[in-house]
T-cell receptor, first 113, second 113 residues
Framework: DQQVKQNSPSLSVQEGRISILNCDYT??????FLWYKKYPAEGPTFLISISSIKDKNEDGRFTVFLNKSAKHLSLHIVPSQPGDSAVYFC????????????FGTGTRLKVLA | NAGVTQTPKFRVLKTGQSMTLLCAQDMNHEYMYWYRQDPGMGLRLIHY???????AKGEVPDGYNVSRLKKQNFLLGLESAAPSQTSVYFCASARGQGSGGYTFGSGTRLTVV
């Protein structure tokens, strides 16, 4: 049973427009969420995080929104740039002291110049 | 500053052979993790460690063993490789919650024929 779901395997966006990547989770114990970006042949790199006490976190062009009642989070990239083309993973963890993260299946973003 | 280093980067094994993947981190992180990435499956946790001398099972531990004899190293062993273990393996380390999540290595691509 997939506890973290990214239902869109791929997304194409024009350069300069907004990219919105979505993530749903089922476990109500999750209280910390991350987004990672992955380029081919490289390890994932941390992008932005949000804890369950917030509903929004911003870092430059990247904003993550959390809707706890809907068990949904989204990553907004504004404006999108060709260098943002990568696979994006959301991940969730519960405060159990192990800091284990459950990852979604990823969304491949392509930003068209 | 190397971060997380995985060796080897590529390996081809025959069914039934054994091998050990090495993960080394130089950030003095307590927590270390092994994930595998398969198409359409995202990143799945194999085993993890919350400190030197400790190990625990993740989502997909069968067919793998791990050891954390030194804080900086986390070894993943395959005793008798199977084609189903063909995957890309990522090691990650973390200081703890709220620290920005994991730092990943660049991965080991393993093919079992």
């Amino acid at each position: 049973d997939q506890q973290v779901k990214q239902n869109s395997p791929s997304l194409s966006v024009q350069e300069g427009r907004i990219s919105i990547l979505n993530c749903d989770y089922t476990n109500s114990m999750f209280d910390y969420f991350l987004w990672y970006k992955k380029y081919p042949a490289e390890g994932p790199t941390f992008l932005i995080s949000i804890s369950s006490i917030k509903d929004k976190n911003e870092d430059g062009r990247f904003t993550v929104f959390l809707n706890k009642s809907a068990k949904h989070l989204s990553l907004h990239i504004v404006p999108s740039q060709p260098g943002d083309s990568a696979v994006y993973f959301c991940a969730a963890s519960a405060s159990t002291g192990t800091y284990k993260y459950i990852f979604g299946t990823g969304t491949r973003l392509k930003v068209l110049a | 500053n190397a971060g997380v280093t995985q060796t080897p980067k590529f390996r081809v094994l025959k069914t039934g052979q054994s091998m050990t993947l090495l993960c080394a981190q130089d950030m003095n992180h307590e927590y270390m993790y092994w994930y595998r990435q398969d198409p359409g499956m995202g990143l799945r946790l194999i085993h993890y460690s919350v400190g030197e001398g400790t190990t625990a099972k993740g989502e997909v531990p069968d067919g793998y063993n791990v050891s954390r004899l030194k804080k900086q190293n986390f070894l993943l062993g395959l005793e008798s490789a199977a084609p189903s273990q063909t995957s890309v393996y990522f090691c990650a380390s973390a200081r703890g919650q709220g620290s920005g999540g994991y730092t990943f290595g660049s991965g080991t691509r393993l093919t079992v024929v």
